[in-house]
C-alpha cells in the first residue's frame, strides 16, 4: 500500500506517517499540493492521498482530474471542524479525519483501501485446479491471460499472482482500458511529455513506467482500440515505451497480467484484436470459471462478505439460515461474485434477527429472490449445499472414528464396491483402505463387494 501524505499540519501528519509505516505503508511526503502533484506525475505513484485540510483540496482534486490520475483523497485536520469537514468533501476528499491520529482509525482507512480484502478465498475444486496453477507460474516472467465472466474476480487472482512473484515487494498497477476514453488511454499508459497535447501542462510517468520492477495489469484489454494495440505490442516485446510527445524510447522492465470477459479469440477473428498481441499476452491462460460453476465457493464466499459487512457497518455477526444458504446456492448469480458480494452487503443491512433469512437477501430493486429459487432449486448446487448442512450436523456429537467410518463406506458405496478408486477419493492408500474395511468387517459392519453398493445389495 503507497501513501502520498500532503501537508504538515502542526506535525500531526508526521504522527499519521508513522502509525501508517507501523501498518506496512509506504509513505511519501509532500509539503505542498503542487508538490503532491509532481511527485504523482513522476510515477512515484499512490493508492491514498492524505492531506492537510488547511490546504487547497480543491486544487488538487481538479489536478488530479485534470491529469486523469485517479486516487482517493482523505482530508485531515486537527480539529471535529463540521464546516472544514463539510468543506473537503464538496471539494472532493472521500472522507474527513481528525487528528491526533488514532491508531485504529489509520487502520481503517488503510485497510479501506489496500488490497489486503483482495485475499484469495477458494474451497470449489473447480476454482482451486486455477489458483494452483497461478500459484504454478507466478514466479515466471510469462505474460498472463486471466479470462472470465465479469465479476469473477480475475483482478483478485492477478494481484494473487503478483504476491507470489518474485516482484512482489515492487509495484502492482492495474489499468481498466474499459474506463478510460481511447484518446486518453495512450497517455495513461506510456505518458507524455509537456506540451505534447492541449492540457499536457507537465511531463506525466505512464503507468508502464510506474510499473518498473513489478506487474502491470491491463484489466479488459479486449476493449483496447486496435491501432493502439500495435504499440502495446512493442512495449511488451522489447521492453520499451514511447511517451507521446517523447523523442527517445524508455526501456522499462515488467511483468504483464491481462484480463478479458470476452473471447479473444472470436475477437480476432471478427478483427477487433490483433493476433500476434493475443499470442505474446496469453503464454499462460487463467480461466476463472462463472460462480454457478463453483457451488461451494458460493456459501464461503457469502459468509465472509457476511462478517466484512457486518464489521464494517458496526453490526453484530450474523449466520445465514439454511434456507438462506439454499437459496443463495440456487441462484445463477449472473454478476459472479461482485454481485454475491453485493447482495450480502445488502442482506446484512435488511437482517433483523441472529440469522440472515430468505427475506434479507433481496435484489438490488428490493424484491425477494426466494418466490423463484426456494423451493425449485433441485440443481447441483443447491444439492451441495444441502448435502453439505446435512453432513455438518449428522456430524455433531460424534466421534471421529464414527465419522471417518461413515465417509469410508460412502465413498465405497459411490465407488460400486471398487477399492482402488475409493481409495484415491479419500486420499489413502489401497492398503490403508483395506485394513479398514477388515475393522469394519470384524466390528459386524457390512461392506459392498466390488461391483455393488450397500443399498444395492440390501444392506
Not at 491520529?101 to 485475499?119: F, G, H, M
Not at 520499451?240 to 475477437?267: F, M
Request: proline share 4%.
Amino acid at each position: 500500500m503507497r501513501l502520498l501524505i500532503v501537508g504538515t499540519l502542526q506535525g500531526q501528519l508526521s504522527a499519521a506517517t508513522k502509525i501508517a509505516m507501523d501498518r506496512g505503508a509506504k509513505v511519501m511526503q509532500a509539503m505542498s499540493v503542487n508538490q503532491g502533484l509532481e511527485t504523482l506525475r513522476s510515477g512515484r505513484g499512490a493508492d491514498l492521498v492524505m492531506v492537510d485540510v488547511n490546504l487547497d483540496i480543491g486544487q488538487l482534486i481538479e489536478g488530479l482530474s485534470n491529469e486523469h490520475i485517479h486516487v482517493p483523497v482523505i482530508a485531515c485536520g486537527t480539529e471535529a471542524d463540521a464546516h472544514a469537514a463539510v468543506a473537503a468533501i464538496r471539494a472532493g476528499a472521500k472522507e474527513y479525519v481528525s487528528l491526533p491520529p488514532d491508531p485504529e482509525i489509520i487502520a481503517a482507512v488503510l485497510a479501506a483501501v489496500s488490497d489486503d480484502d483482495s485475499a484469495l478465498i477458494v474451497r470449489d475444486a473447480a476454482m482451486a485446479s486455477v489458483v494452483q496453477l497461478a500459484e504454478q507460474v507466478a514466479p515466471s516472467e510469462a505474460s498472463i491471460l486471466i479470462t472470465g465472466e465479469s465479476g469473477t474476480g480475475k483482478e483478485v487472482l492477478a494481484r494473487h499472482v503478483h504476491k507470489k512473484s518474485t516482484r512482489a515487494s515492487k509495484p502492482f498497477i492495474s489499468v481498466n482500458c474499459a474506463a478510460i476514453p481511447e484518446n486518453l488511454l495512450e497517455s495513461e499508459l506510456f505518458g507524455h511529455e509537456k506540451g505534447a497535447f492541449t492540457g499536457a501542462i507537465a511531463r506525466r510517468i505512464g503507468k508502464f513506467e510506474e510499473a518498473d520492477g513489478g506487474t502491470l495489469l491491463l484489466d479488459e484489454i479486449s476493449e483496447m482500440d486496435v491501432r493502439l494495440q500495435a504499440k502495446l505490442l512493442r512495449a511488451i516485446q522489447e521492453r520499451v515505451v514511447d511517451r507521446v510527445g517523447g523523442t527517445k524510447p524508455v526501456k522499462v522492465n515488467i511483468r504483464i497480467i491481462a484480463t478479458s470477459n470476452r473471447n479473444l479469440a472470436e475477437e480476432v477473428q471478427n478483427g477487433t484484436f490483433r493476433e500476434d498481441l493475443l499470442y505474446r499476452l496469453n503464454v499462460v491462460n487463467l480461466n476463472i470459471p462463472a460462480l454457478r460453476d463453483r457451488p461451494e465457493d458460493i456459501i464461503t464466499l457469502a459468509n465472509h462478505f457476511v462478517r466484512k459487512y457486518a464489521k464494517a457497518n458496526g453490526l453484530p455477526p450474523r449466520t445465514i439460515s439454511l434456507d438462506a444458504k439454499r437459496q443463495l446456492s440456487a441462484g445463477r448469480w449472473s454478476g459472479n461474485v461482485r454481485e454475491l458480494e453485493n447482495t450480502m452487503h445488502r442482506a446484512i443491512l435488511l437482517a433483523m434477527g441472529d440469522e440472515i433469512g430468505p427475506e434479507a437477501i433481496r435484489s438490488p430493486d428490493g424484491s425477494r429472490l426466494d418466490d423463484v429459487m426456494i423451493g425449485t432449486a433441485t440443481g447441483p448446487a443447491a444439492q451441495v449445499v444441502l448435502t453439505a448442512e446435512a453432513v455438518t450436523r449428522s456430524m455433531v456429537g460424534r466421534t471421529v472414528a464414527a465419522v471417518e467410518q461413515e465417509l469410508i463406506l460412502d465413498t465405497l458405496d459411490h465407488c460400486l464396491g471398487n477399492r482402488t478408486h475409493a481409495a484415491n477419493i479419500l486420499g489413502i492408500s489401497i492398503r490403508t483402505l483395506r485394513n479398514k474395511l477388515k475393522i469394519y468387517a470384524d466390528d459386524g459392519a457390512s461392506i459392498p463387494a466390488p461391483g455393488e453398493s450397500r443399498m444395492a445389495a440390501g444392506f
